[in-house]
């Protein structure tokens, strides 16, 4: 009987050490953490008319960057409209709205002219 209960121990004792082995090289296999993002910078976007339209058009000019797309049935257009009648209430104070697709592939210059 405490020879059957040795060899289970040892058993078990390996079937840790197996296991604790596959984990570490499970975890060790994976991808590095990805560096940090980091945010602002120049930046270039194709206007309705397909014209380039970059940070240096907009220095000066209070300016609204709204990320969304043409498919959206309920929030896009709302917040479009509240910031469109936000922007006229403070008159030449705003005057650039920029709408930024996340969809763009279906989001095409046409597109886009058509929803705004």
């Known amino acids: 009987m405490r020879r059957i209960r040795l060899v289970v121990a040892l ?7 197996v296991v ?12 590095p953490a990805p560096a940090l993002l ?3 910078g120049p930046f270039t976007v ?5 014209r380039a339209v970059s940070q ?4 000066g000019r209070p300016t609204v960057l709204y990320f969304g797309y043409t498919y959206c049935p309920e929030v896009c257009p709302t917040t479009l409209l509240m910031l469109t009648t936000a922007m006229k209430q403070m008159g030449t104070a705003a005057d650039a709205l920029i709408f930024v697709s996340v969809d763009p592939g279906r989001d095409t210059p046409a597109q886009m002219k058509l929803y705004l």
């Open 20 to 31: 604790a082995t596959l984990v570490t090289s499970v975890w060790s296999n994976q991808a």
């Open 56 to 59: 240096a058009d907009l220095i």
């Open 46 to 50: 194709i206007d309705t008319e397909t």
């Open 38 to 40: 980091t945010f602002g």
């Open 11 to 17: 058993a078990l004792c390996t079937l840790a050490v």
